[in-house]
């Protein structure tokens, strides 16, 4: 087990919280989506973040961490799925996207700040590179590409979900 400070533990925390919201914001849009490819697209991104939180939660409770999931990262999730949801397909990857930036940043900084090893350091690698891939999504989304833009992403899962029909 790695010892952090409870300023490291408090960001590790934060993150995971960041998955609840992420979950729920993405299932809803998934959702919503009345076409078969673009609904699987967000089944995929899903899954990406409910392995990505089963990770943090695995580190989370390594490091004696609070994996409680709090009610209102939950429903900031869902405040934040029915902002874009209404949106035009391009709008919405746009307004989706808008916010991945600053979190590759943030957890690539955590990564360094945290510097932990082994499977630990590994959980804050996917971390980051769980933003990087859905950057990658939603770039080549946008550059229309769709056909191909869940590439990064299908190849992060394990357990990737069936595609459309």
């Known amino acids: ?7 490291i533990l408090a960001r590790i925390e934060e993150a995971y919280q960041g998955e609840v919201f992420g979950l729920a ?3 809803a849009i998934a959702q919503a989506q009345t ?22 939660a695995g580190l989370l409770q390594r490091l ?15 405040k934040e799925a029915r ?11 746009e307004a989706f996207m ?4 600053g979190l590759i940043d943030d ?18 690698s996917r971390l980051t590179r769980h933003e990087v891939v859905t950057l990658e999504f939603c ?13 990064p992403v299908l190849a992060m899962l394990a357990s990737p979900p069936p595609g459309p029909a």
């Open 35 to 56: 076409d078969p490819v673009r609904h699987w697209k967000w089944q995929v991104l899903t899954q990406l973040e409910a392995e990505t939180k089963a990770h943090m």
């Open 25 to 27: 914001m993405y299932a």
């Open 1 to 7: 087990m790695s010892a952090v400070s409870p300023e």
């Open 64 to 78: 004696c961490g609070d994996t409680l999931e709090q009610e209102q990262s939950r429903q900031d999730g869902l």
């Open 98 to 101: 808008a916010d991945l930036p």
């Open 83 to 93: 902002a874009i949801i209404g949106l035009p397909w391009p709008e919405m990857i």
């Open 139 to 151: 770039k080549r989304e946008l550059a229309g590409d769709g056909a191909t833009a869940l590439a």
């Open 107 to 124: 957890y690539a900084d955590l990564e360094r700040q945290a510097a932990l090893a082994g499977e630990d350091a590994a959980v804050l």
